[in-house]
């Protein structure tokens, strides 16, 4: 019973609501701080149940400045309750809810006042100008948008229509590859097949060269031991098949830092360090140290350096050693390149190879299939890398409906007190010294990274010049509505990382607003 006589109240209540409604406008009676989607939760003959359903209290408890709900539902309109919610109407402007702890602060919060009842606070009610001043605003926001949404439509056509040149392009190219590919074939064939037989022709021409080089090698050896032989004979002064230091002392040829004696070092050096060598020492080893000496001295060693000064150099290198400090190393590696420095003895160059006639036609044949091949084979490598870069192209993500391509290519500027920014969509972020110095790179292309509702309202650009003791630098770009493409702001937040903002039509997209701005039911 009691039940039907409650749905009957909050039915007569809720009649009583909408007929002063329709009276009011939008002025329902109801507890104060309380919202109008709210307002058939407070029946006046009815006790109150606390949203929770924690408790039921006489409804002359609602708002009597004492907190019965732990979920704060009994105190809309009084500060009682720590975390109450009050709302305000702000009829010609925006309702808004506030924390009831501002309810008579003494402070302001809605505009038209209504959270300072009784606090004595003086509230200008200035919801009206408000309200004027935002739908002002909003008007202009829709006129942007407007004007936005038409650029980003021809945007967008540009986009569309750059990519689709671009599938036509691939497919002319891809068709052109095809062919390339198979004359490439071709003339890998053709180039094969000349080169056999070049091969096979050249064959005797290079066993013919090998056999003379092995006749040359083996004839300058002999040469060599020869004049080896003769001079070991010479430096043995008696002839007891050694050459020892003293007997070295002897000649003028081994005084190597020119001081008028030979000594025992400078004659042990040409012995390699030992006291006497036998023929086959002196053959092998000896004679290799001593000929550049004896070259010198008859002016026939050819060097790239003046043949005095290379002896100079030597001596200094190698007798020298206790004035040598730091540049010890050094000197070490050149001693032993000079040590083992060959005497370039003077010889002909052997005269070019002549070729038979039908030898000489197989050669050319070759070498023509060859260019042929290598004209083909990089014709092939061109428009592979033609093919990649509109592939490239292609995969870029320009937006939904291709709006961002145009701006590929572009780059757009914001000057600071120090610096010049560049924004490079696609491509990089960059800063320069306004004194003109080096750019630095604030990042490369990396993705589109904004919230699941919309990514494209935020670009990320990452891998940038590592920053002093620090990351990489990056760069994120917030992308807004603009009636131009524009960079209007630059800022560091943290330590080489940059945010941009960046104004552009293609941005201009019609998204479901904030679900607050449209909270105007009560305007
Ligand atoms: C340069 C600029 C700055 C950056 C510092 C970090 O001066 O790139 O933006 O903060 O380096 O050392």
Same mark, same amino acid.
């Given at each position: 019973?009691?039940?039907?006589?409650? $749905?009957?109240?909050?039915?007569?209540?809720?009649?009583?609501?909408?007929?002063?409604?329709?009276?009011?406008?939008?002025?329902?009676?109801?507890?104060?701080?309380?919202?109008?989607?709210?307002?058939?939760?407070?029946?006046?003959?009815?006790?109150?149940?606390?949203?929770?359903?924690?408790?039921?209290? &006489?409804?002359?408890?609602?708002?009597?400045?004492?907190?019965?709900?732990?979920?704060?539902? %009994?105190? &809309?309109?009084?500060?009682?309750?720590?975390?109450?919610?009050?709302?305000? $109407?702000?009829?010609?402007?925006?309702?808004?809810?506030?924390?009831?702890?501002?309810?008579?602060?003494?402070?302001?919060?809605?505009?038209?006042?209504?959270?300072?009842?009784?606090?004595?606070?003086k509230?200008?009610?200035?919801?009206? +100008?408000?309200g004027?001043?935002?739908?002002?605003?909003?008007?202009?926001?829709?006129?942007l948008?407007?004007?936005?949404?038409?650029?980003?439509?021809?945007?967008?056509?540009? !986009?569309?229509?750059?990519?689709?040149?671009?599938? +036509?392009?691939?497919?002319?190219?891809?068709?052109?590859?095809?062919?390339?590919?198979?004359?490439?074939?071709?003339?890998?064939?053709?180039?094969?097949?000349? +080169?056999?037989?070049?091969?096979?022709?050249?064959?005797?021409?290079?066993?013919?060269?090998?056999?003379?080089?092995?006749?040359?090698?083996?004839?300058?050896?002999?040469?060599?031991?020869?004049?080896?032989?003769?001079?070991?004979?010479?430096? %043995?002064?008696?002839?007891?098949g050694?050459?020892?230091?003293?007997?070295?002392?002897?000649f003028?040829?081994?005084?190597? %830092?020119?001081?008028?004696?030979?000594?025992?070092?400078?004659?042990?050096?040409?012995?390699?360090?030992? +006291?006497?060598?036998?023929?086959?020492?002196?053959?092998?080893?000896?004679?290799?140290?001593?000929?550049?000496?004896?070259?010198?001295?008859?002016?026939?060693?050819?060097?790239?350096?003046?043949?005095?000064?290379?002896?100079?150099?030597?001596?200094?290198?190698?007798?020298?050693?206790?004035?040598?400090?730091?540049?010890?190393?050094?000197?070490?590696?050149e001693?032993?390149?000079?040590?083992?420095?060959?005497?370039?003895?003077?010889?002909?160059?052997?005269? &070019?190879?002549?070729?038979?006639?039908?030898?000489q036609?197989?050669?050319?044949?070759?070498?023509?299939?060859?260019?042929?091949?290598?004209?083909?084979?990089?014709?092939v490598?061109?428009?592979?890398?033609?093919?990649?870069?509109?592939?490239?192209?292609?995969?870029?993500?320009?937006?939904?409906?291709?709006?961002?391509?145009?701006?590929l !290519?572009?780059?757009?500027?914001?000057?600071?007190?120090?610096?010049?920014?560049?924004?490079?969509?696609?491509?990089?972020?960059?800063?320069?010294?306004?004194?003109?110095?080096?750019?630095?790179?604030?990042g490369?292309?990396?993705?589109?990274?904004?919230?699941?509702?919309?990514?494209?309202?935020?670009?990320?650009?990452?891998?940038?010049?590592?920053?002093?003791? !620090? &990351?990489?630098?990056?760069?994120v $770009?917030?992308?807004?509505? !603009?009636?131009?493409?524009?960079?209007?702001?630059?800022?560091?937040?943290?330590k080489?990382?940059?945010?941009?903002?960046?104004?552009?039509?293609?941005?201009?997209?019609?998204?479901?607003?904030?679900?607050?701005?449209?909270?105007?039911?009560?305007?």
């Amino acid at each position: 019973m009691d039940f039907w006589k409650g $749905v009957l109240n909050n039915f007569f209540y809720i009649l009583l609501l909408n007929l002063l409604y329709g009276v009011l406008g939008s002025e329902v009676l109801r507890p104060r701080g309380v919202s109008l989607s709210r307002a058939p939760l407070y029946n006046p003959e009815e006790a109150f149940t606390c949203f929770d359903k924690s408790k039921s209290i &006489p409804f002359s408890h609602v708002n009597d400045d004492y907190c019965d709900c732990s979920d704060a539902s %009994d105190e &809309p309109g009084t500060s009682a309750c720590p975390h109450g919610i009050f709302y305000c $109407v702000n009829a010609g402007f925006k309702p808004m809810n506030i924390g009831s702890s501002r309810v008579n602060d003494g402070i302001c919060d809605c505009c038209d006042g209504a959270d300072e009842y009784a606090s004595g606070a003086k509230c200008i009610n200035n919801c009206v +100008e408000l309200g004027r001043f935002a739908r002002e605003k909003e008007l202009q926001r829709e006129e942007l948008l407007k004007a936005g949404k038409q650029l980003r439509e021809e945007f967008s056509q540009k !986009g569309i229509q750059e990519k689709q040149q671009r599938k +036509e392009k691939l497919m002319e190219i891809e068709k052109n590859k095809e062919e390339a590919d198979r004359v490439k074939a071709e003339k890998e064939k053709l180039k094969n097949e000349a +080169e056999e037989l070049e091969n096979t022709a050249l064959d005797y021409y290079r066993k013919l060269e090998e056999e003379q080089n092995k006749q040359k090698a083996e004839a300058e050896a002999l040469k060599l031991r020869v004049e080896a032989s003769d001079a070991f004979n010479r430096y %043995d002064l008696d002839q007891d098949g050694k050459v020892s230091f003293s007997e070295l002392q002897q000649f003028e040829t081994f005084d190597k %830092d020119k001081n008028g004696e030979v000594s025992e070092e400078e004659a042990k050096y040409f012995l390699i360090d030992q +006291e006497e060598a036998d023929i086959e020492k002196f053959v092998s080893d000896v004679w290799n140290r001593i000929k550049p000496y004896l070259m010198i001295e008859s002016g026939s060693f050819r060097d790239t350096k003046d043949s005095d000064e290379k002896a100079v150099e030597e001596e200094e290198g190698e007798f020298n050693e206790e004035e040598q400090t730091e540049e010890d190393g050094e000197d070490e590696e050149e001693n032993t390149e000079k040590e083992q420095q060959e005497p370039e003895v003077q010889e002909e160059s052997p005269p &070019p190879i002549v070729y038979d006639d039908e030898t000489q036609k197989l050669v050319d044949a070759a070498t023509a299939a060859r260019n042929e091949f290598s004209n083909a084979e990089s014709a092939v490598k061109d428009l592979e890398a033609e093919i990649r870069d509109i592939k490239e192209y292609l995969e870029k993500d320009f937006g939904p409906d291709e709006e961002y391509a145009p701006l590929l !290519g572009q780059c757009f500027e914001y000057v600071d007190h120090e610096y010049v920014y560049k924004l490079c969509p696609f491509d990089k972020t960059v800063q320069q010294p306004k004194s003109g110095s080096m750019e630095t790179r604030l990042g490369s292309w990396g993705h589109w990274s904004g919230p699941d509702h919309n990514r494209y309202e935020r670009m990320t650009f990452e891998r940038g010049q590592a920053c002093w003791n !620090g &990351p990489q630098r990056s760069t994120v $770009v917030t992308v807004t509505c !603009g009636s131009d493409n524009k960079l209007t702001s630059v800022t560091e937040p943290n330590k080489c990382e940059y945010v941009f903002e960046f104004s552009t039509p293609a941005a201009c997209y019609d998204l479901a607003r904030d679900p607050q701005e449209n909270a105007h039911d009560e305007l």
